[in-house]
């Protein structure tokens, strides 16, 4: 019996209908599983990562070539890459999942400071977002802060560390922050 093999796939595309129908559809012909996905669109831009499971090794440029097929020549960016070839996984942050949300005027800085921040105290962001209007951002970032951190003095010190740059910034539980932001929890409570 062969032995599955395990490939990540990263691919970056300007914005239109259909691109996940090419990319999932080229790899679930090949025979394969997609065992994880995140995809989003920034200005425009397309892109997604994934992983997927094949029966049996194969050449990552079999998949590249695969996937490219669904798209016009040169419309795609795209790398693949066999799990058994990248460094392990670190193992993640033992703790608890915080929502973080930083607001003010858009201005350079703010991302480097806030996530040396986050570095500086092995806080691993899991995903982030922005959102522009105007001139004010807002960005909203799930992150795992490790056990034993006292989240009241991250958030002063946080606070403390954004202010020359005019931002506002807040760390709530996750499970606050949905039952305060999300219409469904909300929606039981009143039924």
Not at 5 to 13: C, G, H, N, Q
Not at 31 to 57: C, H, K, M, R, W
Not at 60 to 75: C, D, L, Q, T, Y
Not at 122 to 148: M, Q
Request: aromatic share 6%; hydrophobic share 40%.
């Amino acid at each position: 019996m062969t032995e599955k093999a395990k490939y990540v796939v990263s691919v970056m595309v300007s914005d239109r209908p259909g691109i996940m129908r090419g990319i999932t559809s080229a790899i679930t012909d090949m025979g394969a599983n997609i065992d994880d996905i995140s995809q989003t669109v920034v200005e425009g831009y397309f892109s997604v990562i994934l992983t997927a499971t094949f029966d049996s090794e194969c050449e990552p440029k079999a998949i590249e070539a695969a996937i490219e097929s669904n798209f016009g020549v040169g419309e795609l960016s795209i790398i693949v890459q066999a799990c058994s070839e990248m460094a392990k996984p670190a193992p993640v942050v033992d703790g608890e999942v915080y929502m973080m949300i930083v607001v003010g005027d858009d201005k350079p800085g703010i991302l480097k400071k806030t996530t040396g921040f986050l570095a500086d105290r092995s806080i691993n962001i899991e995903d982030w977002a922005s959102c522009f209007d105007g001139g004010s951002v807002s960005y909203i970032g799930k992150i795992t802060v490790p056990r034993g951190v006292d989240v009241r003095q991250l958030q002063i010190d946080l606070k403390r560390e954004l202010i020359d740059l005019g931002m506002n910034a807040s760390i709530r539980h996750e499970n606050i922050f949905r039952a305060t932001n999300e219409v469904g929890p909300i929606k039981s409570l009143l039924r």
